[in-house]
């Protein structure tokens, strides 16, 4: 009983703690009392150690399969191993709250330690934004989804973790996107903390830059695991439905993309001050509603919880950050005028204006199409199904506007650019992408988005190619380094603007694989009896068999298939279909042989006596190019996120071993 009495008694103790630091710091903060602040970051970081506590405990609940917890029963067996047994933490509804609560004091912890000197006006009010963010999710574990309730009967078994949530994927897709969530909620909190001290100038934007960064990142990965658990497990040949929770994260990613663009031009030129509060404000909000949306039962998703009781409870704390957030925007709008005006449309800052624009044009787009269907049932009884339909008609268009405007920020400067300047940058990447829509034509291509598409991303490549020549050439020419060298020291030396434009080169190659498997996927069905074939497209998939298995958690039926092309065999595929025991549900598993230009993809429904099945078998060209940009897009960030001394360290001991081989170093000492 200690653990269950630590993690519950641990909850409470943390609960009243986050209420004392929220006032002890607003009002130390207030009044200048430096012993109440310093009381409330004493007690910010004992909520840490006790929310840390909270889960351990319930981990080791879990591993230990202790069926005297409730929680623990709806989410572990007697057969589950124990690597899903250490997921099933974040796999039900109370653990995953939890796991965003830990996140949370994690992060606060880090920031408090970070922050011990820095930033002494402002972190009051970030300590008290982020306790009183603590002590919501503690108000639902505590009063309405506690973690550590008790039965009074000891089950033999438990439920079983969701059969769906039983891969690789789902073990770190959620904890992804939590990161991404909750890391959101540090530089709202800066914001908050700067406009109440009125510290308007763009030291939080500087502070909590690599905060944004990360979250920004871990929810874009997130959003990518997603998208490959979804292709593998779910046997549809797909990887994104538009489906409302996936919406849910894409949200607030598009948001972070603008305000990540928008923040360097307020560094820059002292401008967008108000349009960069409230995209931060926007992001955490909608990682808040994203949580509702997975938690309230509102929308029916395979990737959401069952009703809950608490969807009001988010609602209410949602509009309360809204309303506070733009309240204090509203009163400090006299000290967010911008130092600067936009000099031309002709400039970086205009394109990125116009891209913010854009992103959130999309989000709101995605926002409606998603509550369009609650808010009909709500106004009118009926409910309005919004499918893949309309957000392909609707995004798409505004998508290849983003991919252009990705293409032609790069090449403008800042402030203005001359027509002589943009006709210089310009004309290699258009005469490129020309090229490539031509061709496309000629070789027959006729699909519009898709030949639109390969063109504006073939453009993004050759605006990052050119600026990579231009840089590199410069560093010949001027230090003599080879191309590789020459390469690392460019990007070393400018880390955000050229991890930023490997993220560009990323976001291509996703755009490409999404084009082309959207546009150009291949897809038949059909029942086939053992040794009998079923040609497409020149691929013949011959059915070979069924084999049985049996795991302790579920029976597989495998079914074997052969593949040619033109006649020639390529090898071989598996689609399985497993039937799990504890909780009873069916699944599939696809049979998928990877490649560089396509993916060959099987799944089997059902199996008859005679050992017929039925099989449905799809091509998908390109579609690895986006885990591939996923892998790129990783890099790009990584770059972005390196210190900026680092780059500085290794310049120096560039230039001191240079002067040491020539002397020069005694001469410039003298």
Same mark, same amino acid.
């Given at each position: 009983?200690?653990?269950?009495?630590?993690?519950?008694?641990?909850?409470?103790?943390?609960?009243?703690?986050?209420?004392?630091?929220?006032?002890?710091?607003?009002?130390?903060?207030?009044?200048?009392?430096?012993?109440?602040?310093?009381?409330?970051?004493?007690?910010?970081? &004992?909520?840490?150690?006790?929310?840390?506590?909270?889960?351990?405990?319930?981990?080791?609940?879990?591993?230990?399969?202790?069926?005297?917890?409730?929680?623990?029963?709806?989410?572990?067996?007697?057969?589950?191993?124990?690597?899903?047994?250490?997921?099933?933490?974040?796999? *039900?509804? +109370? *653990?995953?709250?939890?796991?965003?609560?830990?996140?949370?004091?994690?992060?606060?912890?880090?920031?408090?330690?970070?922050?011990?000197?820095?930033?002494?006006?402002?972190?009051?009010?970030?300590?008290?934004?982020?306790?009183?963010?603590?002590?919501?999710?503690?108000?639902?574990?505590?009063?309405? @989804?506690?973690?550590?309730? @008790?039965? &009074?009967?000891?089950?033999?078994?438990?439920?079983?973790?969701?059969?769906?949530?039983?891969?690789?994927?789902?073990?770190?897709?959620?904890?992804?996107?939590?990161?991404?969530?909750?890391?959101?909620?540090?530089?709202?909190?800066?914001?908050?903390?700067?406009?109440?001290?009125?510290?308007?100038?763009?030291?939080?934007?500087?502070?909590?830059?690599?905060?944004?960064?990360?979250?920004?990142?871990?929810?874009?990965?997130?959003?990518?695991?997603?998208?490959?658990?979804?292709?593998?497990?779910?046997?549809?040949?797909?990887?994104?439905?538009?489906?409302?929770? +996936?919406?849910?994260?894409?949200?607030?990613?598009?948001?972070?993309?603008?305000?990540?663009?928008?923040?360097?031009?307020?560094?820059?030129?002292?401008?967008?001050?108000?349009?960069?509060?409230?995209?931060?404000?926007?992001?955490?909000?909608?990682?808040?509603?994203?949580?509702?949306?997975?938690?309230?039962?509102?929308?029916?998703?395979?990737?959401?919880?069952?009703?809950?009781?608490?969807?009001?409870?988010?609602?209410?704390?949602?509009?309360?950050?809204?309303?506070?957030?733009?309240?204090?925007?509203?009163?400090?709008?006299?000290?967010?005028?911008?130092?600067?005006?936009?000099?031309?449309?002709?400039?970086?800052?205009?394109?990125?204006?116009?891209?913010?624009?854009?992103?959130?044009?999309?989000?709101?787009?995605?926002?409606?199409?998603?509550?369009?269907?609650?808010?009909?049932?709500?106004?009118?009884?009926?409910?309005?199904?919004?499918?893949?339909?309309?957000?392909?008609?609707?995004?798409?268009?505004? *998508?290849?506007?983003?991919?252009?405007?990705?293409?032609?920020?790069?090449?403008?400067?800042?402030?203005?650019?001359? @027509?002589?300047?943009?006709?210089?940058?310009?004309?290699?990447?258009?005469?490129?992408?020309?090229? @490539?829509?031509?061709?496309?034509?000629?070789?027959?291509?006729?699909?519009?988005?898709?030949?639109?598409?390969?063109?504006?991303?073939?453009?993004?490549?050759?605006?990052?190619?050119?600026?990579?020549?231009?840089?590199?050439?410069?560093?010949?020419?001027?230090?003599?380094?080879?191309?590789?060298?020459?390469?690392?020291?460019?990007?070393?030396?400018?880390?955000?603007?050229?991890?930023?434009?490997?993220?560009?080169?990323?976001?291509?190659?996703?755009?490409?694989?999404?084009?082309?498997?959207?546009?150009?996927?291949?897809?038949?069905?059909?029942?086939?009896?053992?040794?009998?074939?079923?040609?497409?497209?020149?691929?013949?998939?011959?059915?070979?068999?069924?084999?049985?298995?049996?795991?302790?958690?579920?029976?597989?039926?495998?079914?074997?298939?052969?593949?040619?092309?033109?006649?020639?065999?390529?090898?071989?595929?598996?689609?399985?279909?497993?039937?799990?025991?504890?909780?009873?549900?069916?699944?599939?598993?696809?049979?998928?042989?990877?490649?560089?230009?396509?993916?060959?993809?099987?799944?089997?429904?059902?199996?008859?006596?005679? *050992?017929?099945?039925?099989?449905?078998?799809?091509?998908?060209?390109?579609?690895?190019?986006?885990?591939?940009?996923?892998?790129?897009?990783?890099?790009?960030?990584?770059?972005?996120?390196?210190?900026?001394?680092?780059?500085?360290?290794?310049?120096?001991?560039?230039?001191?071993?240079?002067?040491? +081989?020539?002397?020069?170093?005694?001469?410039?000492?003298?």
């Amino acid at each position: 009983m200690f653990l269950i009495e630590l993690g519950h008694y641990g909850l409470w103790a943390a609960y009243a703690l986050a209420l004392f630091s929220a006032a002890a710091s607003v009002w130390g903060g207030l009044h200048k009392r430096p012993e109440l602040v310093a009381a409330g970051r004493n007690a910010a970081i &004992a909520v840490f150690w006790l929310v840390s506590a909270a889960s351990a405990s319930l981990i080791v609940l879990l591993m230990t399969r202790d069926y005297r917890v409730e929680y623990v029963v709806s989410v572990v067996n007697n057969n589950l191993n124990a690597f899903y047994r250490f997921s099933s933490f974040w796999g *039900g509804q +109370e *653990g995953s709250l939890l796991l965003w609560l830990l996140l949370l004091c994690v992060f606060s912890f880090i920031v408090l330690r970070q922050n011990r000197h820095r930033n002494l006006e402002l972190m009051p009010y970030v300590t008290a934004t982020l306790m009183v963010t603590a002590a919501f999710f503690m108000t639902i574990l505590n009063f309405v @989804t506690p973690p550590f309730d @008790t039965l &009074a009967n000891l089950p033999l078994d438990g439920r079983g973790l969701n059969p769906l949530l039983q891969d690789w994927g789902m073990v770190i897709h959620p904890p992804n996107l939590f990161l991404g969530y909750v890391g959101f909620a540090v530089p709202f909190a800066f914001c908050v903390g700067a406009l109440v001290s009125g510290k308007l100038d763009s030291a939080w934007i500087s502070t909590t830059r690599r905060w944004t960064l990360m979250a920004w990142f871990f929810n874009g990965i997130g959003i990518m695991l997603g998208g490959a658990w979804a292709y593998r497990e779910l046997g549809w040949g797909g990887y994104w439905a538009w489906d409302p929770v +996936e919406n849910a994260s894409l949200m607030p990613f598009i948001m972070g993309t603008a305000f990540l663009h928008s923040v360097m031009i307020q560094e820059k030129r002292g401008m967008l001050k108000v349009w960069n509060v409230s995209l931060i404000i926007a992001t955490y909000a909608l990682t808040l509603f994203g949580t509702f949306l997975t938690r309230s039962g509102i929308i029916s998703s395979v990737h959401a919880f069952a009703n809950s009781s608490f969807g009001w409870v988010f609602l209410a704390y949602i509009a309360v950050t809204l309303i506070v957030g733009f309240g204090l925007l509203i009163w400090r709008l006299p000290l967010l005028k911008s130092e600067h005006e936009m000099e031309s449309f002709f400039s970086r800052e205009a394109s990125f204006l116009l891209n913010n624009v854009v992103l959130v044009g999309i989000t709101f787009a995605v926002f409606w199409g998603t509550m369009f269907p609650v808010i009909s049932e709500a106004v009118k009884g009926v409910k309005v199904t919004v499918g893949p339909p309309f957000f392909n008609q609707v995004i798409v268009p505004i *998508g290849l506007l983003l991919m252009l405007l990705a293409g032609v920020s790069p090449l403008l400067a800042w402030r203005r650019a001359s @027509t002589k300047v943009i006709r210089k940058n310009l004309t290699y990447p258009v005469v490129v992408a020309l090229v @490539t829509l031509a061709a496309l034509v000629t070789l027959g291509v006729r699909h519009v988005f898709a030949v639109l598409a390969f063109a504006l991303a073939v453009f993004m490549v050759a605006s990052v190619v050119l600026e990579y020549h231009r840089g590199i050439s410069a560093r010949r020419r001027h230090q003599g380094d080879g191309i590789f060298a020459a390469a690392w020291e460019l990007t070393m030396r400018n880390k955000r603007r050229f991890g930023g434009y490997i993220i560009h080169f990323s976001m291509a190659l996703i755009f490409i694989g999404i084009a082309a498997s959207s546009a150009y996927q291949q897809v038949g069905e059909v029942r086939l009896s053992v040794g009998e074939s079923f040609a497409m497209n020149g691929m013949r998939f011959k059915y070979e068999g069924i084999r049985q298995e049996r795991v302790p958690q579920y029976q597989s039926a495998f079914a074997r298939l052969a593949v040619y092309r033109n006649g020639a065999r390529l090898g071989e595929l598996e689609a399985e279909k497993r039937l799990y025991f504890t909780p009873p549900q069916p699944t599939t598993e696809a049979g998928i042989r990877y490649g560089l230009t396509e993916d060959i993809y099987a799944v089997f429904s059902d199996v008859d006596e005679d *050992g017929s099945a039925t099989f449905k078998f799809m091509v998908n060209p390109l579609i690895n190019w986006i885990w591939a940009g996923g892998l790129v897009f990783t890099l790009g960030a990584i770059v972005c996120f390196l210190p900026e001394r680092w780059g500085r360290r290794r310049r120096r001991t560039k230039v001191s071993g240079a002067r040491a +081989e020539t002397g020069a170093g005694t001469e410039v000492g003298a």
